[in-house]
């Protein structure tokens, strides 16, 4: 029928995993289209919490298949990890669970390499997670990565052996030192155990799907501000974020994308360095981490914090062509008297913009701030927008209004139930 895109508005950990979740049961098909291990997606229901990083945020529901797409860079060592952690679950990955063969594999060496360019670029390092992620997609775009579909080729073991000694050649000349002989073993055995899992060729599996009428969800990770091309360059990730990126990782066709989600936290964070113009670096800031648990899912790196950015979020919503917008984390901003929300930018010269500049990490311009009062109430007993506190009703109202989109979802807490629907 159509694909449905979910991706995140600001620098990533939204809230995409508990949304995906929890839209799941409307769908058929849940497919990651970028990204890698550099993802953590959180989802609690039933009591547990469970942080995914590469497996699509579907797989807790029977019904629905699960598919790695093409755009995704694969770790098969984390893969490994992630499958024995499920293991408890009783999830039958035969039938959910399928990854693409032109997927590219992460070798142990992309990691080193990550490691190694960080550490030469010192005290403007973009704060990478450092799982590879830069190193596998420069390959990939160098045309010369190894992908999924290669590891049950015979050839698969040459082609390792030339870009590993080529990895050695780069790595020698930054001087590192990296010891090959656990990761490689550990990286042998993961292959083996991937194998056994369904490898498939997506872009005619998903088509094929889209042909039979079923339902698709497009699970985006990272996050629109880290985007290789519209985030805070050069302090991004190294794929497409956006709904484009849906297409070219999945092999689906623009015109079959329908609803685009965009979802957004009641506040702003990032984790890693790079420009933050609405970042509070104060009580408020400390405030937001220690109320909203602000700390990686990933890497456990404490997020930084700050205000709500709407020209950051105008910008999102053009690119991806976002129909709804989800708000979460509303919940953590419960116990503010007030609330700042950033409407615009003032430039040097004086002049208001609501665009976002060239360069967000020049210092010549700075945030201009609307003060709203705060709910300052606790939320959990409320499951339905209207009984909302007045001031939450218009804390939307002007989200809505100023980012001329409706919100329909509203998150008050982490768990699949603490999710309010506002789609009548
Ligand atoms: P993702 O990368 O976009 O999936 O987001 P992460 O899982 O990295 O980070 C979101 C964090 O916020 C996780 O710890 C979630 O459990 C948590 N979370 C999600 N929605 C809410 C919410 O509405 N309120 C609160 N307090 N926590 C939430
Ligand atoms: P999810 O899907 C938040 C950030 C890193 C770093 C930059 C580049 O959970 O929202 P990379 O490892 O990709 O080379 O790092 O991007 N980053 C994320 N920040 N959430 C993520 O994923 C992220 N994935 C990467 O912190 O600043
Ligand atoms: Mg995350």
Known sequence: MSVDVLLGLQWGDEGKG????YLAPQYDVVARFQGGPNAGHTLEFDGIKHVLHQIPSGIFHERIKNIIGNGVVLDPVVFKKEITGLQKFNINFKKNLF?????????????FLDDAYEKAKGDSKIGSTLRGIGPAYQDKIARQGLRVGDIVSPAFEDKYRHLLNLHKTIL???NYEADFTEKEKEFEDALHFMKSFNIIDSEYFINQAIGNKEKILAEGAQGSLLDID??????????TTMTAGACTGLGVAPSKIKNVYGIFKAYCTRVGSGPFPTEQVNDIGETLRKQGNEYGSTTGRPRRCGW????????AIMLNGVTELMMMKVDVLNSFQEIKVCTHYKLADGTLTDQLPYDLCAANYEPVYTTLPGWHCDLSAYRDRNSFPQQLKDYVCFLENALNTPITIISIGP?????????S
């Open 415 to 423: 768990d699949r139930n603490q999710t309010v629907s506002t789609k």
């Open 308 to 315: 709500i950015d709407i020209p950051a979020l105008k910008y």
């Open 99 to 111: 990854i693409s063969k032109k997927a590219q594999v992460i070798l142990p060496s992309h990691k």
């Open 18 to 21: 508990k949304i995906v979740d």
């Open 172 to 174: 020698r000349y930054y």
């Open 230 to 239: 519209f985030g805070s360059y050069p302090f991004v990730t190294s794929s």
